[in-house]
């Protein structure tokens, strides 16, 4: 532990001293960042994993559009050392911020105004340090919870059993990693991850996962880092199908896709974040007519639906001929389901009828 | 259906009826129905109107005596409706034998037909304050006028005929009282007496920029004294009689100039009757036009097909650009004067185009614009419009001179410019003064000039000028404020910058924030501008 | 330095010398300067004014003869700059004895003195299309009359000595081939041929629109033809010719007619002199005025104090307002007509005020506002206008018209009006006719009415009272629009809440969503209309 | 349990009884619905509560600006009466929206666009029924997550205690009566509700809740219904203190408000729902000069801040001396501090001064 430490703190000295290099030898003080804009993203087909490349841009201090974030930079990058070489605990990105926000004496603005600034940059520094941020003592708040045949032995050497876990289930901790959230036991036939929290909780009640052997997980919608560091982990760790369970539209294809792929914008996180081998159950166009749902829960795709379906057309990890299918399809059926809308055919349609049978026939989309 | 039974009673042609009836009407009867076509139409626009023919004849007989005028006005109240008037020189005074004709016929006057830049040059306008006079008090006008110290002054009371378009002398005497030398009118009429943009004292103001060798004195109608002095002791040079230019003269004119010429040859007669066209050139016209140079011009005139072959050469032919000095430009020099003795600013630029001639008449183009000071700030730019001199005081929106403002993009010159405005706004004053030997007047009350199209595209050209010259300053200006902002942001930016880097090395922060700051007062300008196209480092 | 220095070496007066350079100035050759006056500018503007002024004249002629106008005009184009322009009657013709004055003569014509409305009266227009003509040209103008189906035609061509104001007849003889009684006039001048908003066919367009009872067949430079029918067959009655009315008459034209009557008696030249004054009338403005009715006028009018008392008078004692029938207003039905034979529209409101009087002259508003159909949409409302059944085309910007509409809130009418904008916008048309003895415009070429208030005011009233029936018309429009919608919503909202109550309750969906629609039927309007002030129910 | 169902479904289906009445008899029909705005809330001095008062108010069907709505009512209450009757799992309300909305045939619109416009109609319902929404079968998304000596028994049967939860702490199910989280064992000395997750997690981690023998729970941010609903049931059933920990700003003080009053918004639930016993343990303008908290971490109160201060200022349960004086403080200060700032004093600044101190001294306000 305190040799990863060292590494790390020894990684964020190297960045100031590569500024004062720049400044005693009188030229523009600079700082090398990964480019993280999408020309510097690529899908590795290999892997299938959204990647960042390795261009890299220079972030001047004397220039006026980059000044600030410079600035920033810096003040990150020592705050960090600061609470590493302190040993505290983790910290949130917005409790970092906190720390960090305060008025510039004579210039009249602030460090920072919200947290939308300091968040990319933290990202910079998992870059250029090569350090998941969970490393750099930061955690996101997670919003997953969990419920299914799992034992887990927690950092503070509790024994957390997940089918023992109540009507809430467990919830998800903000860091993952096996030295704190360490796996005893997983016998799950499978694992089914749900986009949102009341079709999670309604299958909950229904104790879907003892009925179906299963490990039940939501991320409340688009997942958090945690939730997703920890789906790559069950697909690093253990040999079972992973499926994910989201609403009939381009918002919710893509949440599959950053379970599965990553994202372009955390590419650095997604190489370690990403679940190659998770599948997409539904709900695909093709069950509109398969389980014929009932045409009051269409509901009309808008212009921001259409956009976004054809942005994701473009993205190259939907180039499968299936997903291009199945994008065309949405777009000409005009209309989008969530979820939640099967309830309207009949409460436990969900788990009678919908999840068992696109299981057993594998209709999966990949 | 009545009515048009009627036609159908034929009794003899109805031709012959009407003709009884055609008859010929005088000019004044004319502008006495018409008297708003002469400026005379709102009450507040008379007096204006009045002042302002009065001081134009002053001031043009002033100048054409080589005298520095000093003019005295006057006004004062009669009753509720009834004003007083008037208008005091130091000029030559008039003539008794023309004196009456001068103040008491329309179309009477001395520069109709000289090609020459002049204020008044139809003979209407002061004869039509005196119409207008008599119309609405029913007195009649006072002149006096004394031409020579060793001369006595004399005094008419004298009112115009409308019928005959002939002065009516009233009362002649001499007024032992009017001891220099001048001319003095006075007049009462219905008009009123108002303050703000069109008002006696803006038109004087305006004036005054213009005429930058004159003095004004107006007491106004409460006893208050306003004095607006000279802020030069040079008189204009006077401007030259020239003939009229080949370029832009009339086929129908040139027919008549062609009939009644007494000169027997072609040649010749191109080379007297117009400027600027020597031997070369006429010879030139003529073998461009194919016309045998020493035709006689009258024979000519017969040959319509002819004098448009050499109408075309007159085009085709370059010929120079008629001179100046028949026109008086205030120069920029002395407008800047005027408006710097008149009004506190933060800047001017000036700007004059070259002589031009549209139809036959040279004319020039001055321009000025005026930026911040005490220029009012809230809303659109103000114009103020000058014809040989004179302040246009009404019609702003009918005028080339703002028509040719409104064609002009001023967001190219950095100057705000509301959506469908066709103005800029903020503190900007928009002065341009047209003088010409014939301006081309929308109507006879001289408010606006008339759409020409070389005279707009020099209005156009000249703003331009001076707009590009505020653009300039204005954004000098934002630079300025910009790098001094930027370099305070800088050292404040470095106090953290170095902090955060001595926590990062462990070297000491005073050290190298004085390093910074060292880089920031060297080389500041060179790293702040050198500014890459975008700056996708941040990735988002 | 130089030019001052000059000024003080005195030889003589110089007024002496400025005194031999006063003369005369002909109205000709005044106008000749000043064509643009005359709506001689622009190149197609000057072919409309040439066809305005002959279309005017000729209109006028049949009318005063009772004939209804039947009128040609064709333009052909001669080259690049030249057209060729004839305009036909079928009208009274014109005499021998005064045709070359009524063409070549400025301020000739049979309509100045008379108090009644007509299109020309300043004896100027056709004059100074002849005049244009000659000068671009350098030809004569051609004119044929033929006053009698007995008499020949004659055929002049003539121009106009410019010195003299005179006309000059190059050729006079007798034309064979014009056989049907009328004038024919054809000009060639430079002018250019336009389409769009100021063009002729546009002009000729609203020139139907105000003149139904008359044909104009139009020939166009590429030999198309466009037949404008009559609306009507009634000729407009003919204005009579009356005496100045009391309210709005000036001092000086009152010392005049004192001046030169031969009544003997105040109160009978008051009766005798003045429309709408009679005897009694008479006696009440003498005393009100304190002056003897017996008095001789001529002596009152050397008591200016007296004569003023007695206009004073004029405006206390409550005179009749002028007679209509010296007017020839359209009238809102044949208004009407005109309009929706020209054009395709939703819907039409007309209003005309009573007849009021400006200065002594009687005048008349009539207004017309025509909304949606083929009217343009985009854009701000199209406004139109017309003096004495004359469409004004150009200066829509300098026209009392104009800026009496621009006084009104359209948004108080239910229209759209952008912000700062000063016209509504959408598919609407305002059309304003004034008539008048004599209209007020604010220059010889007749583009636009002055500002005189009460000119303005009775122009707001008249398209304000369209604007209300306006009004009314789209929010029926949207009402409906709105109710009917309504219904629909209840209808749909209907079947889902019988099926809610149906599962709640256990009854009958069907029968319930009938007595639901059995409701809405016959008590729709009142439970909608009934609406609390807000709904606070929900207590969000 | 079916009995008080079937006083539910009589409740509702009374609803549309007195609709056909109206239709029956050719009145415009209408439903009498409890005025829920302001002017009909009012707070409880005897009680500290906030409480909804009598008045009523009728909406119509034939008025455009009420049928819409009229039509929602009874399309929600139709749904809850048909959930009940076939004994359904509870949904959530935005399941119950999303079983709704469907475009309505020939109207060209939908049912519902949006929850925003079927939250206040099951809140209607609620108020017309006089019963809670979990008692309609409806939940809504809790967010909490509690750590600390409590052990439940869960309506699944699970036994949960809560100091073994591990670092995600045991998250709070979304219905937490009795019958449905059964408090077994309670051996807290207080109980601090910490407004933000960042700070309850660093908390967390530091053990707090075991070192000062306390329930430690967060709602983040502004608390859902469980979590308002379950601190409701601490009070009633435990007499221990309970102790509110916000933001120095307005929000943070309404934040302790709701906890301990109830709000406005949903003054139905208040009564069910508010704590009076709730003290406010910090910030507090006192504090910044009691524990020199640093001006790094200050931040200028901005117009919506200083416009919320007056707001608050002015409602009924702030009047007492001791909060004028703190809402006039604070605008007197100028600025506010967040909870999170702490960190920038040092990170175990809360856990080991901060609240031990004002805790010892009693520095609350009430």
Same mark, same amino acid.
């Given at each position: 532990m305190a040799k990863k430490n060292d590494a790390i703190i020894s990684k964020l000295k190297n960045i100031g001293e590569g500024v004062l290099d720049d400044v005693e030898s009188g030229h523009n003080p600079s700082m090398d960042i990964m480019t993280r804009s999408i020309n510097n993203v690529h899908f590795d087909e290999a892997s299938g994993v959204i990647k960042l490349g390795n261009d890299r841009q220079k972030r001047f201090y004397f220039n006026v559009n980059q000044a600030k974030k410079f600035l920033q930079t810096l003040l990150i990058a020592k705050q960090i050392k600061t609470l590493i070489e302190q040993d505290k605990p983790p910290l949130s990105i917005r409790q970092l911020f906190y720390t960090l926000k305060h008025e510039i004496p004579g210039a009249g603005e602030n460090t920072f105004d919200v947290q939308e600034e300091s968040d990319p940059i933290i990202e910079d520094i998992e870059a250029i340090t090569d350090t998941l941020r969970e490393d750099l003592n930061l955690i996101a708040t997670p919003n997953g919870v969990i419920s299914g045949p799992m034992v887990v032995e927690d950092k503070t050497g509790d024994v957390l059993d997940f089918t023992r876990m109540g009507s809430a289930g467990g919830a998800v901790p903000p860091i993952v990693e096996d030295d704190y959230f360490h796996i005893k036991e997983m016998s799950a036939d499978y694992i089914l991850v749900v986009e949102k929290y009341a079709v999670w909780n309604l299958l909950n009640q229904e104790k879907y996962w003892k009925k179906n052997n299963c490990l039940l997980m939501t991320g409340k919608g688009q997942p958090a880092r945690a939730e997703r560091r920890l789906l790559a982990r069950f697909a690093e760790e253990f040999d079972i199908p992973i499926y994910i369970f989201t609403d009939m539209d381009p918002w919710g294809y893509y949440i599959y896709s950053v379970y599965k792929y990553g994202s372009i914008n955390l590419a650095f996180f997604s190489e370690k974040a990403a679940c190659p081998p998770a599948k997409y159950i539904g709900l695909s166009v093709r069950d509109v007519m398969d389980f014929q749902l009932p045409k009051s829960s269409w509901i009309k795709l808008n212009d921001e639906d259409n956009k976004r379906i054809e942005e994701i057309s473009s993205y190259p990890w939907f180039q499968k001929e299936r997903w291009q299918k199945e994008l065309s399809d949405l777009k000409k059926f005009g209309y989008k389901i969530e979820q939640d809308a099967l309830v309207s055919k009949s409460i436990e349609f969900t788990s009678n009828n919908y999840l068992p049978h696109k299981i057993e026939n594998k209709e999966f989309l990949e | 259906m009545t009515s048009s039974k009627v036609s159908r009673e034929e009794k003899g042609p109805i031709a012959l009826e009407l003709a009884k009836k055609q008859k010929s009407i005088s000019v004044a009867e004319f502008f006495e129905k018409n008297r708003h076509m002469l400026g005379f139409d709102s009450l507040p626009r008379c007096l204006i109107t009045c002042i302002k023919e009065a001081v134009d004849n002053s001031l043009d007989a002033c100048e054409e005596s080589s005298i520095l005028p000093d003019i005295y006005i006057r006004i004062r109240k009669v009753d509720d409706k009834m004003l007083n008037i008037v208008v005091e020189d130091n000029g030559p005074g008039i003539h008794k034998d023309v004196l009456p004709r001068v103040f008491g016929k329309l179309l009477y006057g001395s520069r109709f037909h000289a090609i020459r830049q002049s204020r008044g040059q139809q003979g209407i306008g002061i004869s039509a304050a005196v119409l207008y006079g008599q119309l609405t008090s029913g007195k009649p006008a006072r002149i006096t006028s004394k031409i020579d110290s060793k001369l006595p002054a004399y005094m008419y009371d004298l009112k115009i005929d409308t019928e005959t378009n002939e002065p009516r002398i009233l009362s002649e005497r001499i007024d032992e009282f009017f001891t220099s030398k001048g001319t003095r009118i006075e007049i009462e009429m219905e008009a009123a007496y108002v303050r703000g943009r069109q008002s006696v004292l803006e038109y004087l103001k305006n004036t005054s920029i213009v005429n930058p060798h004159a003095r004004f004195t107006f007491i106004d109608p409460y006893n208050e004294r306003f004095t607006f002095e000279r802020a030069s002791d040079i008189l204009p040079k006077k401007p030259v009689e020239i003939k009229p230019h080949p370029r832009g003269i009339e086929l129908g004119t040139l027919v008549k100039m062609l009939q009644v010429t007494?000169?027997?040859k072609l040649s010749s007669f191109l080379n007297s009757e117009f400027t600027k066209v020597g031997g070369y050139t006429a010879e030139n016209i003529c073998r461009e036009a194919n016309i045998d140079p020493n035709m006689v011009p009258h024979d000519l005139s017969m040959d319509i097909e002819g004098v448009k072959r050499l109408l075309g050469a007159f085009q085709k032919i370059k010929v120079m650009s &008629? &001179?100046?000095?028949?026109l008086s430009p205030i120069t920029e020099d002395l407008l800047k004067k005027g408006v710097i003795q008149n009004c506190n600013i933060d800047f001017i630029a000036t700007a004059s185009r070259p002589v031009n001639a549209s139809r036959g008449n040279p004319f020039m183009v001055e321009a000025v614009i005026a930026f911040g000071g005490d220029i009012e700030r809230e809303g659109k730019a103000d114009i103020i419009r000058f014809a040989n001199r004179v302040p246009l005081m009404y019609q702003q929106g009918a005028c080339a001179i703002t028509h040719a403002i409104e064609r002009i993009n001023w967001k190219h010159y950095n100057m705000e410019q509301p959506k469908n405005a066709k103005l800029p706004s903020g503190p900007i004053m928009v002065l341009v003064h047209i003088a010409s030997t014939n301006v081309p007047f929308t109507s006879e009350s001289k408010d606006a000039v008339a759409d020409i199209p070389e005279i707009m595209d020099d209005v156009e050209l000249a703003v331009r000028q001076c707009a590009r010259e505020l653009s300039r300053f204005l954004s000098e200006q934002k630079k300025a404020l910009e790098a001094r902002k930027k370099i305070r942001i800088f050292e404040s930016y470095t106090k953290e910058v170095a902090n955060a880097l001595s926590v990062l090395t462990g070297k000491d922060e005073a050290h190298i924030e004085a390093r910074f700051l060292d880089i920031l007062n060297k080389k500041y300008s060179k790293f702040i501008e050198e500014i890459p196209a975008e700056d996708n480092a941040g990735g988002e």
């Open positions: - | 007494d000169i027997k &008629p &001179p100046r000095d028949c």
